[in-house]
T-cell receptor
Framework: DTGVSQDPRHKITKRGQNVTFRCDPI?????LYWYRQTLGQGPEFLTY????????KSRLLSDRFSAERPKGSFSTLEIQRTEQGDSAMYLC??????????????FGPGTRLTVL | AQTVTQSQPEMSVQEAETVTLSCTYD???????LFWYKQPPSRQMILVIR??????QNATENRFSVNFQKAAKSFSLKISDSQLGDAAMYFC?????????FGAGTILRVKS
């Protein structure tokens, strides 16, 4: 088990460009979460999947943001027409739906986005 | 909406000493989970300890323990025998509808 992985680890882009991040959860976890963390703050929830179904989206997730989890395995988070305010660390986490680690979310290393 | 408050932006502790990080939360749920996560500089967040609200016994994990006061909605973390490797940002979080709500964090500095 290699844990939750995220790619890329760092992304620098110009305002107005589109970016896509990928998250690979722990293989047996069917729940996957995206959070955003700005400097000096705690993570804020963006969206949540159970298998391939997107069950909840935060109001923080504007229409420029879209997330998918097509086969219930990896997930992508796309930001269209990036703005400087999108600069943040984007964290992915996964958790099992049952068992000993129920409700425990395992985090990936994050993707740091810088919008110039 | 649920809120989690960490009133200590920064704390310092001498190596081998004990430090307590504070956290209060607000929830209308009767059963829920509370967590402390550690985020070392430039490294990923890892779970330190978890508490199930229906359990009255305070959780412990080696040098880490919590003081869970359900009526007061307080959930503090005690780190005993502090080590240099404990230096990190610590986040308190509550679970709300399958997602976590985090506090703003407390930076813990460990002095040798």
């Amino acid at each position: 088990d290699t844990g939750v992985s995220q790619d890329p680890r760092h992304k620098i882009t110009k305002r107005g460009q589109n970016v896509t991040f990928r998250c690979d959860p722990i293989s047996e976890h069917n729940r996957l979460y995206w959070y955003r963390q700005t400097l000096g703050q705690g993570p804020e929830f963006l969206t949540y999947f159970q298998n391939e179904a997107q069950l909840e989206k935060s109001r923080l997730l504007s229409d420029r943001f879209s997330a998918e989890r097509p086969k219930g395995s990896f997930s992508t988070l796309e930001i269209q027409r990036t703005e400087q305010g999108d600069s943040a660390m984007y964290l992915c986490a996964s958790s099992p739906a049952a068992g000993r680690f129920l409700n425990e979310q395992f985090f990936g290393p994050g993707t740091r986005l810088t919008v110039l | 909406a649920q809120t989690v408050t960490q009133s200590q932006p920064e704390m310092s502790v001498q190596e081998a000493e004990t430090v307590t990080l504070s956290c209060t939360y607000d929830t209308s749920e009767s059963d829920y989970y509370l967590f402390w996560y550690k985020q070392p500089p430039s490294r990923q967040m890892i779970l330190v300890i978890r508490q199930e609200a229906y359990k009255q016994q305070n959780a412990t994990e080696n040098r880490f323990s919590v003081n869970f006061q359900k009526a007061a909605k307080s959930f503090s973390l005690k780190i005993s025998d502090s080590q240099l490797g404990d230096a990190a940002m610590y986040f308190c979080a509550s679970e709300y509808g399958n997602k976590l709500v985090f506090g703003a964090g407390t930076i813990l500095r460990v002095k040798s």
